[in-house]
């Protein structure tokens, strides 16, 4: 009785409660909507290609818009071999820096002009990593490629892949940095207490802990290294054929988007570029769900 | 709360107040055939010099002309969903793409361009260019700068054993068009294998995004070679070859050589590619950039004055626009094709009845 009462009470007094509660609710739908639309819109601009090509749009090997031959395996192999290299060679970075300052240097003021620099990082244009690769890790890049004896033109897969691990250390060493932070600190004291190094404090009690975080913001970063258009466009040569070894020009799939859109004379061209956007949708989506299922296992054991 | 709220009131409406005021000081300041707008857009080549032509003209008469840098393409598609008054392109359309848009098309040469084939060599040496060597460069059958057939036509330069990056757009573009529409003209097996196109499925080398790109990496690649247009590689200062033309001779591309190619019978629609010219002192890779509009004007409620504005601007685009191009490295058009254009916006007409019986006149700027 008294419950009903209070309820009731609660719905009179608090209308601007309910109002605020349906703006969030609707904006939080208006989300969902934009996604089913993007989705759709996708689906819509691709079906010419769907029909002519089917299937083997996503197997075919050759790029041809003249004789409107559309294949997009060249670069889905660039977008994720460059995306798996750059968090190949960013994990170890980036797990350094967020044990540096989510352990080490918690507070302080190397602490906060570390985590300053980190934020300054993530935030600078694409295009000005790109054109700062272009004129410090090519070079670099190219004496690699004469020592091993390969063309050296220092654009290419590799090129690509460093700048993009550049460019996503500071989203995974942030997101790191604040669930290391999050260790309860009855466990690592517990660990001292047993005579624990901090070495073996780190290895076997923060890590674990933190380990689903870790995950999440890893996959956040592989996310945007997929998607990063401009600083790959730059330095990944584009040339629109399968790569021989990972020095070799590539192209990704949100590369060729930019760079052919504006001149899709045919319709046909345009649908295949759209429809690249719609595997780019689809390989972003398929990460992410595989990403959170992981964690979500994680959080259960 | 309510104090916040009524001063805002109040801020607005002086905003309101004092805008009102200020549009009506304009229309009584200006003629009412000056706030005519007119809407261009398209190839990206042309967009220097008409922002350039048409802030002098619009210092000189007052009237408004807005261009917008979409590429050659999307300049086709915005005056074909009529979006724009006139589009700009550096490929004209073919008899079947005006069919495709159901209505007459008047195409309007603007100026030249010219496409140059800028270098990264080792002692910068001079080097001459044959479109054999050329197009066998780009097909990936000549690979390296000491090539017995690129040292044959360059007897006495220094060329290393050095392997030749070649360097193409990697976005869509008129720049493409048209040179690979040159590569398809000199050489049979590229048109082909490989054909004409904004964005074609290239044989060999890397791909750099606009003419910026194409120049950052023949900077820094040694033994690279690309193609720009011949603004920028002036501008830039990249060493570029001389090419040789239909008549045999090595021409170093310039101005003066680009406005040379032109130098042949137009057509009366102008609709027509100077690449390889005929002219004995031209530089074979250039090409028209075109204004193109309906040659009806009267079409989606346009009026008759929109319509005069629009043919008036062009007219001054093609002659005393003219005057702006060679301080920006643009080459001007030549008489020929000025006459050519004269009698493509005297055709020009509104219900049938031409908008331009003879050169307009301009009131003076109040």
């Given at each position: 009785?008294t419950?009903?009462k ?5 719905k009179?007094?608090?209308?601007s ?11 939080a ?10 989705l759709?819109?996708l689906?819509?601009?691709s ?13 075919d ?7 409107e031959?559309?294949g ?17 060679i960013s ?5 350094s ?11 302080g ?24 690769a272009?004129?410090f ?10 020592k091993?004896?390969?063309?050296a033109?220092g ?6 892949s460093?700048?993009?691990a550049?460019m996503?250390?500071p989203y995974a ?11 309860p600190?009855?466990l690592?004291?517990?660990?001292y ?17 933190a ?27 584009n ?37 690249i956007?719609l ?5 972003t ?12 296992r994680?959080a259960?054991? | ?9 109040v801020?607005s ?13 304009q ?5 009412s ?23 002098e003209?619009h210092n000189?008469t007052?009237a408004?002309?807005?261009y917008?840098s979409?590429?050659?393409s ?7 969903s009529?979006k724009?008054?006139?589009?700009g392109?550096d490929?004209?359309l073919t008899?079947?793409d ?19 084939l800028?270098?990264?060599?080792e ?11 050329l197009?066998a ?5 000549i690979?390296?700068?000491?090539d017995p057939?690129?040292q ?22 008129g720049?493409?068009?048209?040179y ?13 294998s490989?054909?004409t ?18 120049a ?7 033994g690279s070679i ?11 200062g ?19 050589a680009?406005?040379?190619s ?18 004995t ?21 346009r009026?008759?004055e929109?319509?005069t504005a ?9 002659h ?13 058009l030549?008489n ?18 031409a ?12």
């Amino acid at each position: 009785m008294t419950n009903n009462k209070t309820q009731v009470s609660f719905k009179n007094s608090y209308r601007s409660d309910r109002i605020f509660q349906v703006t969030l609710s609707t904006a939080a739908y208006l989300l969902l909507v934009l996604l089913v639309g993007i989705l759709i819109t996708l689906v819509l601009g691709s079906i010419p290609t769907i029909k002519s090509h089917g299937f083997n749009f996503a197997f075919d090997k050759v790029w041809n818009p003249i004789m409107e031959e559309f294949g997009a395996l060249p670069f889905i192999i660039g977008t994720l071999l460059t995306s798996l290299i750059a968090l190949a060679i960013s994990f170890p970075v980036s797990m350094s820096i967020s044990l540096f300052l989510g352990e080490y240097f918690k507070k302080g003021s190397i602490s906060s002009l570390f985590s300053n620099i980190l934020e300054l990082l993530a935030g600078i244009p694409s295009v000005i990593y790109g054109f700062t690769a272009l004129f410090f890790i090519v070079p670099i890049i190219r004496w690699i490629e004469i020592k091993l004896g390969i063309p050296a033109i220092g654009l290419g897969i590799m090129t690509a892949s460093i700048v993009l691990a550049v460019m996503i250390i500071p989203y995974a060493a942030s997101i790191a940095r604040e669930v290391l932070k999050l260790t309860p600190n009855d466990l690592k004291e517990g660990g001292y207490a047993l005579g624990a190094t901090r070495y073996e404090l780190i290895r076997y009690i923060t890590f674990p802990q933190a380990r689903s975080g870790i995950m999440a913001g890893t996959l956040l970063a592989f996310g945007r290294a997929l998607g990063e258009t401009m600083a790959v466009t730059m330095v990944i040569g584009n040339a629109n054929v399968i790569p021989k070894n990972i020095f070799d020009p590539a192209n990704t799939m949100a590369s060729i988007i930019a760079n052919e859109f504006s001149e899709a004379s045919s319709d046909l061209h345009m649908a295949a570029l759209i429809e690249i956007g719609l595997l780019l949708f689809l390989i972003t989506a398929f990460f992410n769900i595989i990403g959170k299922l992981y964690i979500k296992r994680l959080a259960k054991k | 709360m309510k104090l916040i709220k009524s001063s805002l009131l109040v801020l607005s409406s002086a905003f309101l107040i004092a805008s009102c005021g200020g549009s009506d000081k304009q229309n009584t300041q200006k003629e009412s055939s000056n706030d005519i707008s007119i809407l261009g857009a398209g190839s990206s080549f042309g967009f220097p010099i008409y922002s350039k032509v048409f802030s002098e003209y619009h210092n000189a008469t007052g009237a408004k002309v807005n261009y917008q840098s979409i590429g050659s393409s999307g300049g086709i598609k915005q005056l074909t969903s009529k979006k724009v008054d006139f589009g700009g392109t550096d490929k004209f359309l073919t008899d079947e793409d005006i069919q495709k848009i159901g209505a007459p098309i008047v195409h309007i040469p603007t100026c030249i361009g010219a496409i140059a084939l800028a270098y990264n060599l080792e002692g910068n040496p001079q080097i001459n260019l044959s479109p054999e060597v050329l197009s066998a460069m780009y097909l990936g059958k000549i690979t390296q700068w000491n090539d017995p057939k690129i040292q044959a036509i360059n007897p006495d330069a220094k060329l290393p054993n050095q392997k030749i990056t070649v360097v193409h757009r990697s976005d869509g573009s008129g720049t493409s068009y048209n040179y690979t529409l040159y590569l398809s003209r000199v050489n049979p097996e590229w048109e082909s294998s490989v054909g004409t196109g904004a964005s074609v499925k290239w044989p060999t080398g890397v791909g750099g995004k606009g003419n910026e790109g194409i120049a950052g990496i023949i900077q820094q690649t040694p033994g690279s070679i690309g193609y720009v247009e011949l603004v920028y590689a002036m501008q830039t200062g990249l060493k570029y070859a001389s090419i040789q033309n239909a008549a045999g001779n090595f021409i170093t591309p310039s101005l003066e050589a680009t406005k040379n190619s032109a130098n042949i019978d137009l057509p009366a629609d102008s609709r027509i590619y100077i690449i390889n010219s005929e002219a004995t002192d031209a530089y074979p890779i250039s090409s028209f950039t075109w204004a193109i509009l309906y040659k009806e004007q009267n079409y989606n409620g346009r009026t008759k004055e929109q319509a005069t504005a629009l043919v008036k601007a062009l007219w001054w685009l093609t002659h005393q626009g003219q005057e702006f191009c060679e301080p920006l490295d643009y080459v001007r058009l030549p008489n020929p094709a000025v006459q050519v254009a004269e009698k493509a916006l005297l055709s020009i007409t509104f219900d049938g009845q031409a908008l331009l019986t003879e050169a307009p006149t301009w009131q003076a700027k109040k």
